[in-house]
């Protein structure tokens, strides 16, 4: 299985951004399509973003877009997200995850392996 640990998490202002990243380790980064998702105290976890292995299908929740990147680099078995323009609502625990499921999905179970998460906090 793959193991992800997230990084890049922090206190920022609203307006200001921040790039988050997940590097990938024990399989074949290759083999997955890789995505985000948040979770905020009290609410279920959502989909952020999300991009095939190659890099060339992504897909992004209507709260981010337009305002969020997902890339990543499988050279470095990595997957980043950068975001700008962020808000205090974008407040929330940030987690990566990974699935082998074709095609660029959006929903919490369609993915099998998640890393421990990294907080992002906006302050107004």
């Known amino acids: 299985q793959v193991q992800l640990v997230e990084s890049g998490g922090g206190l920022v202002q609203a307006g200001g951004s921040l790039r988050l990243s997940c590097a990938a380790s024990?399989?074949?980064?290759?083999?997955?399509?890789m995505a985000w998702f948040r979770q905020a105290p009290g609410k279920e976890r959502e989909f952020v973003a999300a991009?095939?292995?190659?890099?060339?299908?992504?897909r992004y929740s209507y709260s981010v877009k337009g305002r969020s990147a997902i890339s990543r680099d499988n050279a470095l078995n990595t997957v980043f997200q950068q975001m700008h323009s962020l808000k205090p609502e974008d407040t929330a625990a940030y987690y990566c995850?990974?699935?082998?499921?074709?095609?660029?999905?959006?929903?919490?179970?369609?993915?099998?392996?998640w890393g421990q998460g990294t907080q992002v906090t906006v302050s107004s």
């Open positions: 024990g399989r074949t980064f290759t083999n997955y399509n």
């Open positions: 995850a990974a699935t082998r499921s074709v095609g660029v999905t959006t929903t919490v179970g369609s993915y099998a392996y």
């Open positions: 991009s095939s292995w190659r890099g060339d299908t992504k």
